[in-house]
């Protein structure tokens, strides 16, 4: 069954960095898009980063110039490189992908960040 963990979050204070990780099963990793969505305490969850199996990007206006999704195929696993972060970036952050119409998710990984 499709599986996503994801792992890396911590907490840092602004101007510092993480790298999360998400490590996906049960399907062919390098025919699917993947996606980074967060949840901030009382606010709806909120598409990140996107990365699709050609390698294009998108981004979140918010996020833009300071995350990079990246991907290796070869570990079946995808990669937000989070920089100079910011208290609003603080949330729970997910790993989602779609197959046949139905969507997964990984159990989460929180990040805070704060001085």
């Known amino acids: 069954q499709v599986q996503l963990v994801e792992s890396g979050g911590g907490l840092v204070q602004p101007g510092e960095s993480l790298r999360l990780s998400c490590a996906a099963s049960?399907?062919?990793?390098?025919?699917?898009?993947l996606d980074w969505y967060r949840q901030a305490p009382g606010k709806q969850r909120e598409l990140v980063a996107v990365?699709?199996?050609?390698?294009?990007?998108e981004y979140v206006d918010s996020v833009k110039g300071r995350f990079t999704i990246s991907r290796d195929n070869a570990k079946n696993t995808v990669y937000l490189q989070m920089n100079s972060l910011k208290p609003e970036d603080t949330a729970v952050y997910y790993c989602?992908?779609?197959?046949?119409?139905?969507?997964?998710w990984g159990q989460g990984t929180q990040v805070t960040v704060s001085s």
């Open positions: 990365i699709t199996k050609g390698l294009q990007t």
């Open positions: 049960g399907f062919i990793f390098s025919t699917r898009g």
């Open positions: 989602h992908v779609v197959m046949y119409g139905e969507a997964y």
